[in-house]
């Protein structure tokens, strides 16, 4: 007896391609718009990428920061500097080892960042046409695509 679900058929080569054709022209799409909110913040695309890794209230070592953004630590350090610089975040000792400099947001932080959580992801013209259940089935199956490795990403409609 077979354990595997022949309900399901895996996308064929053309499909992955119209797939990821599709997803490059979202990417496009919602590429304009962050940079369109980070503008708005008085942010480049990389500073508000570093504010929207941030969580307000938990520190994060530059490490971790450089790790998030997919960058060397210089330049986090560089982003880090010119932030610290207008107010948004600040440099503190690490709880667990003071010997590590991590990253917590501001309140001024915090509030450019709720800034722009609203404007990329609540208020973004992209997900304006979506019904709750469309929102809803389409974020379960990005975040199952996002997590290739995650067991429950095989059925991402569940």
């Known amino acids: 007896?077979?354990?595997?679900?022949?309900?399901?058929?895996?996308?064929?080569?053309?499909?992955?391609?119209?797939?990821?054709?599709?997803?490059?022209?979202?990417?496009?799409?919602?590429?304009?718009?962050?940079?369109?909110?980070a503008e708005a913040g008085g942010l480049t695309v990389p500073q508000a990428r570093l504010i929207d890794v941030l969580?307000?209230?938990?520190?994060?070592?530059?490490?971790?920061?450089?790790?998030?953004?997919?960058?060397?630590?210089?330049?986090?350090?560089?982003?880090?500097?010119?932030?610290?610089?207008?107010?948004?975040?600040?440099?503190?000792?690490?709880?667990?080892?003071?010997?590590?400099r991590a990253v917590v947001l501001t309140p001024a932080g915090e509030s450019a960042r709720a800034d722009l959580v609203q404007r990329t992801r609540t208020d973004n013209p992209l997900f304006a046409r979506l019904d709750g259940e469309a929102a809803r089935r389409l974020s379960r199956q990005l975040q199952a695509l996002a997590r290739p490795d995650d067991p429950a990403g095989e059925h991402p409609d569940r």
């Open 1 to 37: 007896m077979s354990t595997v679900d022949d309900s399901r058929v895996r996308a064929t080569a053309a499909q992955r391609s119209d797939l990821g054709e599709a997803v490059m022209r979202f990417f496009e799409a919602f590429a304009r718009t962050l940079h369109a909110a």
């Open 55 to 100: 969580q307000p209230g938990q520190p994060l070592p530059m490490t971790e920061v450089a790790r998030l953004l997919g960058c060397d630590t210089s330049n986090a350090t560089g982003l880090v500097d010119r932030l610290e610089q207008r107010g948004l975040l600040e440099r503190r000792a690490a709880p667990a080892d003071r010997r590590v």
